[in-house]
């Protein structure tokens, strides 16, 4: 028993404090107040920690559910779309109704499956690129500041790479709390209470093709496809029609205070599904159910995570986010780069995604992926006409 509880709070301690800084970033960078952004903190929070509890505990299978990491970098990458959080909110929404309809109409799942793995990996590739500049630009603006936490990280990737995130936070907090020290104190009227903040949704055809559409196509790609790839390794099958509907449903319910969406995981999977969580196969879904409350538990600390980093010295907390991306940023290149017929359609889907372009109010993440696809069918055209002779 004491096997999978302690890997379910392993599980869920690295799935909240690697990436809740992209989390909040993402959030601000379509739009969202700081109180906006950690209402939507708080929110995704205790979506994942309540669908793993319930898949979990069902199924009797270790299904962990997670936010959706790549697309919060997405978020971030994008910036305001027109009609402002209301129409991100509104894009939040029918991401999880197209969550839940592609576990539920299993020809929507096979049309997610014939975009190019290729393309996909680049756009989000090319969003994550400025992400990732985010350590470099901060110890050039801030070195004291941000020197240490690169430090840490890099200690930690080489003897607790597992831990490297948390930890670069961690350090960060230090930094914060020295930085306080020599600087006024916090407003008393200041709340670390948890607030939720509701934002009555709109939907613009902005919102729609800028965010709905990526945020919807990286979450499938880049999370709930690898997690079912990791489950499957570890001997699990997933139910994939449970999951996503159930993912899809609690991103619907999460999306009006300010969550993006919640998906399978892919990397904290394996901490809960592993054989850290015990020899037992049977009992390792305790894992999952641990990791579930958690993560609802640090969600209840979301506004107080949010005042904090708040009071960071400039480049700290961009310097975090670039951290905990670097090895999606990684993968997702190689993923992108891997096909030698789809290298050059895939860069030039990075370096439009990387853009940050803005054409008629739609952002680069589309328009990367919509000259990305046809560059990829109009150079495989040719080799399509030419038949093999008999």
Known sequence: MLRPVSAGIVSGLVAFTSSFVVVLAGLEGVGASPAQAASGLLAVS???????????????????????????????GTGMVEGGWPAAVGAFVLVGVLLALTGL??????????IPTSIAQ???????????????????????????????????QRFAARWASPLAFVAATAVIVVSLATSPAASPTDSFLPQVEL??????????????????????????????????????EVPWRASLVTT??????????????????????????????????????????????????????????????ARAPDGVIPAVAGLA???????????????????????????????????????????????????RALLREPGRRRRPRA
């Not at 205790?46 to 069902?58: D, E, R």
């Not at 199924?59 to 962990?64: E, F, K, S, V, W």
């Not at 990684?330 to 891997?338: G, I, K, Q, Y």
């Open 122 to 156: 680049a756009m989000l590739a090319g969003v994550l690129f400025q992400l990732c500049l985010g350590p470099v630009l901060g110890v050039a603006e801030n070195p004291l500041a941000v020197g240490p936490v690169i430090l840490v990280w890099a200690l930690a």
């Open 199 to 236: 934002t009555a949704q709109t939907l613009t055809l902005g919102a729609v093709v800028g965010i709905a559409l990526p945020l919807y196509l990286v979450t499938m790609s880049s999370q709930n496809v690898p997690g079912v790839a990791v489950m499957q390794g570890l001997g699990y």
């Open 325 to 375: 991306l670097l090895g999606t940023f990684v993968v997702s290149l190689r993923a992108a780069l891997a096909e030698p017929s789809d290298q050059l359609p895939a860069g030039v889907t990075v370096l439009i995604a990387a853009s940050g372009i803005a054409v008629a109010g739609i952002s680069a993440a589309f328009w990367a992926l919509l000259v990305g696809l046809a560059l």
């Open 105 to 114: 109409v299993p020809p929507l799942g096979r049309l997610m499956a014939r």
């Open 248 to 309: 899809g449903v609690a991103t619907t319910l999460a999306a009006p205070v300010g969550g993006h969406a919640v998906n399978l995981a892919a990397i904290t999977a394996a901490l809960a599904a592993g054989p850290e969580a015990g020899e037992d196969r049977s009992r390792r879904w305790i894992a999952s159910a641990t990791s579930g409350v958690v993560l609802v538990v640090c969600g209840l600390a979301a506004t107080a995570f949010a005042q904090l980093i």
């Open 46 to 76: 205790i979506a994942m920690g309540l669908c793993s509890i319930l898949l979990s505990t069902w199924t009797r299978l270790p299904i962990t559910v997670a936010w959706s990491t790549p697309g919060a970098a997405l978020l971030a």
